[in-house]
């Protein structure tokens, strides 16, 4: 018998798992697929950009020419530094163009983890890392860069004169990006951890002193220069956001009534069950009586 059940059921096809779980092949199978996805969206995004090149060079460049001494201008030393500049902001333009795909595609790897009510949170997801990576961008470019160049300026004197060189003034530009677009990502993981109902909002306002220290502690790791001007421009953006967060936090949270029904419901559950056993529990005794 054993052996005719063992010859029936059909064994699992190479690479797969039973109950519709992935193997680790499949599972780097589909991370490759979504990284080429991305790099083509990337890719794209890139040629869209070399089309409005130097109008993205003059509009990356604006808060710099600002802070510099009249009839000055940046420079470069180097043969390629001005080439390789050039394709450096294509490839930044390219990247926040294709940004929904490229989302897109990190959400399209992880959904098969989650759960089917989990899954319905794609749209949410890629529009709030969107927002938050486009948002961080110009926060970055109209807030934080042009002060700090407008900052280090100041020091600009008949004995020294300020002069920048092209890959310095880029240097420090995309780290502003980069940093200012992974600090506005604090709305979007708050508003996920508080519908999977790991945080809400008295958890985070209990520890707002703890966030505040935390965020200075991340600033001054993300600035590039070691003064308390910088680390206080990258923080309080961050404690802003974390307050905003609360405020999301207390409007997704789950509702009460929302538990209290579940709970309601297995109440019910429990006594239809309960009162089925006790009349079956009846109808054995009368027919064990009628037997007799």
Not at 187 to 202: E, S
Request: a positive charge.
């Amino acid at each position: 018998m054993a052996a005719a059940l063992a010859k029936s059921a059909p064994l699992p096809e190479p690479g797969h798992l039973p109950n519709g779980q992935m193997s680790l092949l499949e599972h780097l199978e589909e991370l490759r697929k979504r990284i080429i996805y991305s790099c083509v969206a990337a890719g794209v995004g890139m040629q869209v950009a070399f089309l409005f090149i130097d109008r993205i060079v003059r509009f990356m460049l604006a808060p710099a020419r600002q802070a510099l001494p009249p009839g000055a201008r940046l420079i470069y030393t180097q043969p390629g530094e001005a080439f390789g500049f050039y394709i450096q902001i294509a490839l930044i333009a390219g990247v926040v163009i294709a940004a929904p795909v490229i989302m897109y595609q990190v959400w399209r790897f992880i959904a098969p983890g989650l759960y089917v009510r989990e899954k319905r949170l794609a749209v949410p997801f890629v529009g709030l890392t969107t927002a938050g990576g486009i948002g961080g961008a110009l926060f970055g470019h109209y807030i934080v860069f042009p002060y700090m160049i407008a900052f280090f300026g100041t020091f600009s004197s008949p004995d020294l004169g300020f002069l920048p060189r092209l890959e310095d003034v880029f240097d420090l530009y995309q780290k502003m990006l980069i940093g200012m677009s992974l600090v506005f990502q604090i709305p979007t993981v708050v508003f996920f951890l508080a519908k999977m109902g790991l945080v809400t909002a008295r958890f985070l306002w209990r520890n707002f002193k703890y966030a505040i220290l935390a965020t200075f502690v991340i600033a001054a790791v993300l600035t590039p220069s070691g003064d308390p001007w910088n680390q206080t421009v990258f923080a309080l953006p961050m404690i802003g956001l974390y307050l905003v967060s609360i405020g999301i936090a207390w409007l997704v949270a789950p509702k009460p009534e929302t538990v209290s029904s579940g709970r309601d419901s297995v109440g019910t559950g429990m006594a239809v069950v309960l009162l089925f056993v006790k009349r079956q529990g009846r109808r054995t005794l009368f027919d064990n009586v009628h037997r007799r």
